[in-house]
C-alpha cells in the first residue's frame, strides 16, 4: 500500500534511528574501557582494507582474530581530528576501496556510512567522544 508521504518520511526516520541509536549505545560502551592495543600491526590490517588515518591510534582491532575471509570484524579508533574531517576521510577510503552504494545516516553528533562491495556490507560510523572523535569500523558477510 501506499502511504501519504508525511507519512513515509516519519516512518524512515523511525527505521534510520533505531540502527544509529544502537551504534551510539555501542560506542559508548567501547569508549569506557575496551581493551587497548597499540597501532603498530594492528593497524596495517583494518576490516574491509581501509588505512588508518594519519594520527589515529588503533584503541581495538578483532580483524587479525577473524577467521579468514569471513568477512565480520570491528575495529574501534581515535583521533584528535574532527567528526566532519574524519568522517569524510572513511567516506573517500571506502569508495577508494570499491564500496558502493554509500548510505549516510547523521543523528545528532553521530555520522554513519554504510556500504557494500562483493557480498561484504560495511559500515563506518563516527562521533565525538571526550574531546576526540571515536571511529567504529565493521564489516560483515561472507564475501567472495
Known amino acids: 500500500p ?3 508521504k508525511a507519512r513515509t518520511s516519519a516512518l524512515m526516520k523511525k527505521l534510520l534511528l533505531v540502527p544509529a ?8 560502551a567501547c569508549g569506557g ?3 587497548s592495543a597499540a597501532g603498530g600491526d594492528m593497524s596495517a590490517n583494518l576490516p574491509m582494507g581501509l588505512p588508518l588515518m594519519a594520527g589515529a591510534t588503533v584503541v581495538n582491532n578483532n580483524n587479525e582474530l577473524a577467521k579468514a575471509n569471513s568477512g565480520n570484524a570491528t575495529a574501534i579508533l581515535t583521533s584528535a581530528e574532527s567528526v566532519d574531517d574524519v568522517y569524510d576521510y572513511y567516506s ?3 569508495s577508494d576501496a570499491g564500496f558502493d552504494d554509500q548510505r549516510e545516516v547523521e543523528v545528532g553528533d553521530i555520522k554513519n556510512l554504510s556500504a557494500e562491495k562483493d557480498g561484504l556490507r560495511g559500515m563506518v560510523t563516527v562521533k565525538p567522544d571526550n574531546g576526540k572523535t571515536m571511529v567504529m569500523i565493521v564489516v560483515n558477510g561472507e564475501g567472495q
Open 2 to 4: 501506499k502511504f501519504p
Open 21 to 28: 541509536l544502537s551504534l551510539s549505545m555501542l560506542l559508548a
Open 33 to 35: 574501557g575496551g581493551s
Open 92 to 94: 573517500d577510503a571506502m
